[in-house]
């Protein structure tokens, strides 16, 4: 599976943006999504996970009520919306493909990564 991020840019404080993520190959529909970040100098965080079946949703507290995870497996894709974006929101952002379907909040579960999209909130 390959994996294209995009969407990111630069957005004031409370703005929105939406990230795609779009998967090359025949079995996304079987994967775990997920959406992390990379701050500078902090460690990788899951932001949110989306089950295979689109029926299983994880956020991390931080975000959760703001960002919204979503799929469209005809066109082999995974969103995240954010809205209501914080300057501690500014990250790398990724997306990755998990083919262990337990929803898994832990990047080194993941097997698959997109490049990255940079996302910046100004204050």
């Known amino acids: 599976v390959q994996l294209q991020a995009s969407g990111g840019g630069l957005v004031q404080a409370g703005g929105s943006l939406r990230l795609s993520c779009a998967a090359s190959g025949r079995t996304f529909g079987s994967y775990d999504m997920g959406w992390f970040r990379q701050a500078p100098g902090k460690e990788r965080e899951v932001v949110a996970a989306i089950s295979w079946s689109g029926t299983r949703k994880y956020y991390e507290d931080s975000v959760r009520g703001r960002f919204t995870i979503s799929r469209d497996d005809t066109k082999n894709t995974v969103y995240l919306q954010m809205n209501s974006l914080k300057p501690d929101d500014t990250a790398v952002y990724y997306c990755?493909?998990?083919?262990?379907?337990?929803?898994?909040?832990?990047?080194?579960?993941?097997?698959?990564w997109g490049q990255g999209t940079q996302v910046t909130v100004s204050s």
């Open positions: 990755a493909a998990n083919r262990d379907n337990g929803l898994s909040r832990r990047y080194g579960e993941y097997d698959y």
